[in-house]
């Protein structure tokens, strides 16, 4: 079945570290972003990738870098210049300009702690 | 900008009756509107999407949205609750006109608690 890969679903970070999430789809979609949740707030964008080697800032991407060397592939690190890096990370596609808007596609989350 | 708003952080209702999660838009063109549902510890999950075809749109598990311009709203509902059912949902809209790669900008989310 199709569908987006979030690994690994539990990340410890000590201070001062960069620690690398991973996202992979085989939906054959061209557009990937990835959501940062805190509760109360909703999701916040923090990158977002619309055709491969190309990604955009979001609202919230200082202390964030992304890379989209391939169409399945969207990881996220996040950087020792995040301050407040404890959060739930959310990864998502969808098809693509050509194509009608019918929505994202999430995976099943990262959950980040900083200990 | 497009954005959403949903009114209420909470909302219980009891097993078996009603469920009205309220969302209104604001946007610029004729949006493009969506409902997610998100259990535990997991990541959201489609429930229904507005395209400008029905103005009343069904979706899984039992819910359906009714678009309304005159009121820049698409409130969720089922008419009746089953325990299942509780979960945070997510009203969306997207920025732009309807493409596949455009961003979605989510509401702050509705936490549905279900009494028995």
């Known amino acids: 079945d199709g569908g987006i890969t979030q690994s690994p679903k539990y990340l410890f970070r000590k201070e001062g570290q960069n620690v690398t999430l991973s996202c992979e789809q085989n939906?054959?979609?061209?557009?990937m972003y990835w959501y940062r949740q805190d509760p109360g707030q909703g999701l916040r964008l923090i990158y977002y990738?619309?055709?491969?080697?190309?990604?955009q800032k979001g609202d919230i991407a200082e202390g964030y870098s992304v890379s989209r060397e391939k169409k399945e592939s969207f990881p996220l690190t996040v950087t020792s210049a995040q301050k407040n890096p404890t959060a739930f990370y959310l990864c998502?596609?969808?098809?693509?300009?050509?194509?009608?808007?019918?929505?994202?596609?999430f995976g099943s989350g990262t959950r980040l702690t900083v200990v | 900008a497009q954005s959403v708003t949903q009114l209420g952080s909470h909302v219980s209702v009891s097993e078996g009756a009603l469920v009205l999660l309220r969302c209104n838009y604001s946007?610029?063109?004729?949006?493009?509107l969506f409902w997610y549902v998100q259990y535990p510890n997991q990541g959201l999950q489609l429930l229904l999407k507005?395209?400008?075809?029905?103005?009343l749109v069904k979706g899984i598990n039992g819910f359906e949205a009714e678009f309304k311009k005159s009121e820049t709203s698409f409130h969720l509902t089922k008419p009746s609750a089953h325990m299942s059912d509780a979960a945070e949902y997510f009203c969306?809209?997207?920025?732009?006109?309807?493409?596949?790669?455009?961003?979605?900008?989510f509401g702050t989310g509705t936490r549905l608690t279900i009494i028995p």
């Open positions: 507005y395209t400008s075809a029905a103005t």
């Open positions: 969306a809209v997207s920025e732009g006109k309807g493409f596949g790669n455009e961003k979605l900008t």
């Open positions: 990738s619309q055709i491969v080697n190309d990604f």
């Open positions: 998502a596609s969808s098809i693509g300009r050509r194509q009608t808007n019918y929505g994202y596609t």
């Open positions: 946007s610029s063109v004729p949006p493009y």
């Open positions: 939906l054959n979609h061209d557009a």
